[in-house]
């Protein structure tokens, strides 16, 4: 069985602050795959991230960074200098085993304030 | 230049009618899915084709029954609507059914009266 958690439900930011959004994910496979993705106010859902489980090197891109840590089974995403733009709900994802489904956290809805 | 697209974006039905959403990629891609959002936002895999082969069947009322009549498309129709399949409906597709990532489309958002 695979699982994503994302404790954190809503989340309010002043514009430039710096925000970490978790993700906790459950697993036995030693293989899996982890994602994220945003989902704006306009309701698509823009892939941003895919990392696999044999490497855990952080990723930057921009102002966004992600931090995979296999020991506490996670997968943070942070912003930093945030901005309105970023406001949407962004959601971890997991991918366990090649014949798996993808199974989504409930998300997390991040709003940036001016 | 769409990758994903769906039709229609809104759809609002009466209870007890039939409808449907199609669903094409131009990526290429070989697996497609559907998915459901609930009012939560929380996502849910319905069904998933690889090369029209179903390989993922949830635990979805057999009221939805989806058709795959080319890897470019997966089409997904749904019989004698009820009040609570009232959602937002996303397509996505993947190069394979491996680890690759899921390119979502604009989700059709159904509204059943």
């Known amino acids: 069985a695979q699982k994503v958690t994302q404790a954190q439900t809503e989340i309010s930011v002043v514009e430039k602050e710096d925000v970490t959004l978790d993700c906790v994910y459950e697993?036995?496979?030693?293989?899996?795959?982890l994602f994220w993705y945003k989902q704006p106010p306009s309701g698509e859902l823009v892939f941003l991230i895919r990392?696999?489980?044999?490497?855990?090197q952080n990723e930057i891109s921009g102002r966004y960074s992600w931090n995979f840590q296999k020991s506490t089974s996670s997968f943070n995403f942070t912003i930093t200098a945030s901005q309105v733009v970023d406001s949407a709900v962004y959601f971890c994802?997991?991918?366990?085993?090649?014949?798996?489904?993808?199974?989504f956290g409930k998300g997390i809805t991040l709003s940036v304030r001016p | 230049d769409t990758a994903v697209s769906q039709t229609p974006k809104y759809l609002v039905t009466q209870m007890g009618n039939d409808k449907s959403i199609k669903c094409e990629q131009n990526l290429g891609h070989d697996t497609m899915y559907w998915y459901k959002q609930d009012s939560k936002k929380f996502l849910k895999i319905m069904f998933s084709y690889n090369n029209k082969e179903l390989i993922i069947n949830e635990t979805v009322p057999n009221r939805f029954s989806p058709k795959s009549p080319d890897k470019a498309h997966l089409n997904l129709h749904i019989n004698s609507l009820e009040l609570g399949d009232s959602a937002v409906y996303f397509c996505?597709?993947?190069?394979?059914?491996?680890?690759?990532?899921?390119?979502f489309g604009p989700g059709t958002r159904l509204t059943v009266l």
């Open positions: 697993t036995r496979d030693t293989t899996y795959y």
């Open positions: 990392r696999n489980s044999f490497d855990e």
């Open positions: 996505a597709s993947s190069r394979d059914r491996l680890y690759n990532e899921q390119f």
């Open positions: 994802a997991l991918k366990a085993g090649a014949n798996s489904k993808l199974t």
